[in-house]
């Protein structure tokens, strides 16, 4: 079933809000409705959807009865069992929100439930099991190796393995809170030993996360062909990463406390259903590259398996903010840079069995487009450190600087329906802890 | 604060318990007292200690107002609540459990809690957080890298950072859980290209798992001369590894697939507090090692962080099974081969500022022992598949067939006190699925 490839009325773009700011809203037009969690001022955690600048308690609504089937999973504080939903029921309750959300006979019933967002405090959308992150866009695989392989800088699995690896869940927040620099061991290459002090090789990657919705038993693999009905959704995700402690530590046994200290993601779940009108082909692989092994190949993932989806990321340093400087466009580009499909990183990673939960959150890993302009981190954008970025201020930046903000951006768009956003990935680095 | 290095009347050799099969028991005399999480025959799970043969319903026990303070904690179905206790209460509630099982006059108002524990099933014991592996056998790791670099076995990192990665915590399952053995892409050295299909190269790791109690926050790391009050327990650990797929895939992030479709734990947690007994000195390092730099470093740790623990793997195979005859012991080693204490992995863990949970699971990484007759895997026994073991049917293994079973024991022992055992850590292999 891909049932949700499927647009219906809640993507028409001719259907609009009684919430005024939804109308050409840039992220949250009445045609994505994402979930997630939030709490009003002085009040506990609960479920809700971003409307324009406003968020509605859906757990309010749900209490009310304003909500049918579905209702009863609102009603708790995280969106695990919400994710858990078949895709027809995750279907209807989008019906039945838009519905609530359009209609002006409604508006009496749900008004009282919305509240103003910048007066709410957004919370983890999920408990987040377990947490993985790959690592399939294909230029930011390539600019990385040719630091280390000038001449053959993808190893002889990238083609044929979505590579991935285990993160850490428990030190992922969302947007807005700030990291502290982290400390670790560096060794420099001309050094005899290492050190332990704060990272001077700070970085930000621009991902996007995938939630995980139905889950499978251990034992059972996902088909590809499946895959799609066990997405519940997508954020943006920034994997932080302390290049210096990265490249001391990293082998044998791949990145460890270079990424755990801190992870930001955007904290509104764009629904897989939300996405629907944003569903494109796969690019094809370039002549020579080997076709994807069976389990990872299906004709529809391949015609509709992509994302269209734009993706930006922003810096904004200390002095900039002092100046009043707006953000500095660092890099822009689409996701269909990706070599592999969601789809397909979601059956590889249950093909041995391995078995997801809802509320899982798969990493696509950095998304860089093929030219500078694009490149998803200041290791590529720096070559190494060696080409410093320069900011509007004259300062310049080979990795980042205490006080400076990273601000991650993504819109889906599609001719012939209203772009949808997916809120901001914000966050500021701390000095390190003395 | 070190209070769990102080053995106190708990750790009494003469203290007898009124359950018989106490006395002597292999594992559970009362001066092992192991939390963990069973289910007696058509119950709910609930918390309990092994005593002897028979299981006590610890939540009962404090249900009917046995046990003072901490009693609270104990009735839940994990143990989370109950490893995030400070210290001096865990060591309390210890001592109040001692005294329930030793003390003739409580026989009458506790026994009726008492289950056979053949009887009953044993679930996980908290609900895992984050699992973390290590690396830090340093045998093991000299022995993998010899099959690699023969001239030069151990990176220049290994010494300076215990070294770890991010593992799979959803598919860790208690002892006696089966396995199916894992389907992922292998590429033999003379292949043009990867296939899909069942491993060909399972193995089996002698691990000791540390479970994490009272956590961190993050941001703020934990110092060594802390770290021990943030461990709950121990337990083994087998990291089930599909060499196979592990050769093809860990490049350049590691293990990933080859590990994540199953790892088992011995489901009961002995406490740190019943270990105090069994802390001796870590052994020096080689001359010439390095030191520990400052944030790893620290006397009472040098001087009493290892673990007296001995350790053995047993294989019973479908033949010998068929045959009755009785597991081949494989190896057996010291956990004193670790090259680095638990507490230097538990303040490495969290020295990026990365926070830590009640429950979340350390593996120490595969202890072998310098010689043959302690090497923890198939890998090293049988070099990399080429000098198979025998066994005592005339089979050999170079790796695991299907039907095998894989038992890990090990005994906790020091003179002038009661040895404790871990319980068993077992599972078989069953055949991929179709």
Not at 55 to 60: G, K, P, S, T
Not at 207 to 218: A, K, Y
Request: glycine share 10%; aromatic share 8%.
């Amino acid at each position: 079933m891909t049932g949700w490839w499927t647009t219906d009325e809640t993507h028409d773009p001719a259907r609009t809000s009684w919430v005024a700011s939804a109308q050409g809203h840039a992220d949250f037009p009445i045609q994505n409705l994402p979930y997630g969690v939030f709490s009003p001022a002085g009040g506990n955690a609960r479920i809700g959807t971003a409307i324009g600048d406003m968020i509605l308690d859906l757990a309010a609504c749900a209490d009310a009865g304003l909500i049918g089937e579905g209702g009863d999973r609102l009603l708790l504080p995280t969106l695990n069992a919400l994710m858990a939903m078949p895709v027809d029921a995750r279907r209807s309750l989008r019906r039945a929100i838009s519905m609530l959300l359009s209609d002006p006979a409604m508006q009496g019933a749900v008004e009282p439930h919305l509240y103003t967002a910048c007066d709410c405090t957004l919370h983890l959308p999920a408990q987040i099991g377990d947490y993985s992150d790959f690592y399939v866009g294909i230029h930011h695989a390539t600019n990385v190796g040719r630091q280390f392989r000038p001449d053959n800088p993808l190893l002889p699995n990238y083609k044929y393995v979505p590579i991935g690896y285990h993160g850490r869940a428990s030190s992922i927040r969302p947007s807005g809170q700030p990291l502290l620099r982290p400390c670790g061991q560096r060794k420099a290459p001309d050094a005899d030993a290492p050190v332990y002090g704060p990272s001077v090789r700070l970085d930000y990657e621009l991902e996007m996360g995938v939630w995980i919705g139905q889950g499978n038993e251990q034992g059972a693999p996902i088909a590809i062909h499946d895959a799609a009905d066990h997405i519940a959704g997508f954020c943006l995700l920034n994997d932080w990463s302390a290049r210096d402690l990265q490249a001391w530590e990293y082998q044998p046994l791949g990145p460890f406390l270079s990424k755990s200290f801190h992870s930001t993601i955007s904290p509104w779940v764009v629904t897989a259903e939300a996405m629907a009108p944003f569903r494109i082909a796969q690019p094809a692989r370039p002549d020579g590259d080997p076709a994807p092994l069976p389990y990872l190949a299906d004709a529809d993932d391949q015609a509709h398996g992509a994302l269209s989806v734009m993706l930006s990321v922003y810096l904004l340093s200390a002095a900039m903010r002092d100046a009043g400087m707006a953000p500095m466009r660092l890099s822009q580009g689409p996701a269909s840079n990706l070599y592999w499909t969601v789809q397909q990183i979601v059956t590889h990673q249950a093909s041995n069995g391995c078995n997801m939960m809802p509320g899982d959150l798969l990493g696509t890993g950095t998304i860089s487009a093929p030219t500078r302009d694009g490149f998803g981190s200041l290791l590529e954008l720096s070559v190494g450190g060696k080409e410093p970025v320069s900011l509007p201020t004259g300062e310049t930046r080979a990795f980042l600087a205490d006080g400076d903000e990273i601000i991650l951006q993504a819109v889906a768009q599609a001719d012939g329906f209203v772009p949808i956003g997916f809120g901001e990935c914000r966050a500021q680095v701390l000095p390190a802890r003395a």
